[in-house]
């Protein structure tokens, strides 16, 4: 009923109105539809009890771009790192957005050389240790607590001991999980729904919580051993525990989609009035 009604009135619409006015109403709608999908709430966890604890590791990033070598082969191992990578970035603007929290985000880039500080990430082809993935990290800082250097290595499992090897998408959450730790992230204990529960990698955790990115957030602001926040952190109050799907963590800002899409549905309706007109 409404598909056929709604259907009637663009063909009216189309008929009567001029161009313009279409290309302003699809926008309207475009706009209100976007508007709708981002606003959805996206919760697919959410642990009954306990406490919300993250506990850290003891370091903070002095800068604010984190260089990250990544081993060149094979590529879906490299584009997954890649992907774990962005939704770093993406999430914790995300998260400041959201709820209003200053911060200094991370920015993991793609180096080819590392400098004094890096993360090095590499693929080991069969299973050595218990666990998928292992990150190791080393950190310097000087005689005020200042860090100078963070040096991170992560190795990650493509084959496993029993035959089977990790997909795409088991490679990218394992690398969202050790990536955690290369930001100074400790394991969660409280839930393994918890990206940085440790064995998060099995039930498909793609995205950081709330508390793993207000833990950053708070890092974020620290470039000194002095300076550390409290150790475990905690949830202030109005910040409720959840993890955002990746679907919530828009690659690009929501205005900038409506425009891009607008537009590209703009050029495309001048196109077929210029070529109705030509016939
Ligand atoms: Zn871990």
């Known amino acids: 009923m409404f598909l056929y009604v709604s259907e009637g009135?663009?063909?009216?619409?189309?008929?009567?109105?001029?161009?313009?006015?279409?290309?302003?109403?699809?926008?309207?709608?475009?706009?209100?539809?976007?508007?709708g999908i981002s606003a959805m709430p996206n919760t697919y966890q959410q642990p009954l009890s306990g406490t919300f604890e993250q506990p850290l590791i003891g370091f903070s990033w002095p800068t604010q771009q984190i260089p990250v070598v990544v081993e060149e082969h094979p590529e879906y191992a490299r584009d997954a790192v890649l992907?774990?990578?962005?939704?770093?970035?993406?999430?914790?603007?995300?998260?400041?957005?959201?709820?209003?929290?200053?911060?200094?985000?991370?920015?993991?880039?793609?180096v080819e050389q590392p400098g004094q500080s890096y993360v090095k990430i590499t693929f080991n082809q069969t299973?050595?240790?218990?666990d998928w993935g292992y990150t190791w990290w080393y950190y310097w800082y000087d005689s005020d607590g200042v860090f100078y250097k963070i040096t991170v290595l992560i190795s990650l499992?493509?084959?496993?001991?029993?035959?089977?090897s990790l997909g795409?998408?088991?490679?990218?959450?394992l690398a969202t999980h050790e990536l955690g730790h290369a930001l100074g992230l400790n394991h969660t204990v409280f839930s393994e729904m918890d990206l940085m529960n440790h064995f998060s990698p099995g039930h498909r955790i793609t995205t950081p919580s709330t508390l793993n990115l207000y833990a950053v957030a708070l890092l974020s602001g620290v470039t000194s051993r002095n300076d550390m926040p409290q150790n475990p952190v905690t949830l202030p109050q109005n910040i409720p525990y959840w993890t955002p799907s990746e679907s919530v963590i828009p690659e690009i800002p929501f205005p900038l989609i409506t425009l891009t899409l607008g537009l590209g549905i703009a050029m495309t309706l001048i196109r077929v009035s210029k070529w109705r007109r030509a016939k």
């Open 168 to 173: 795409p998408t088991e490679l990218q959450v």
């Open 83 to 110: 992907d774990a990578m962005q939704i770093w970035n993406l999430a914790q603007t995300w998260f400041s957005n959201t709820y209003m929290v200053p911060s200094r985000p991370y920015k993991f880039v793609e």
């Open 127 to 130: 299973q050595t240790k218990d």
């Open 9 to 35: 009135f663009i063909s009216w619409f189309m008929m009567t109105a001029r161009v313009e006015y279409c290309l302003l109403f699809l926008l309207l709608i475009l706009s209100i539809s976007v508007a």
């Open 157 to 164: 499992d493509l084959n496993l001991r029993d035959g089977g």
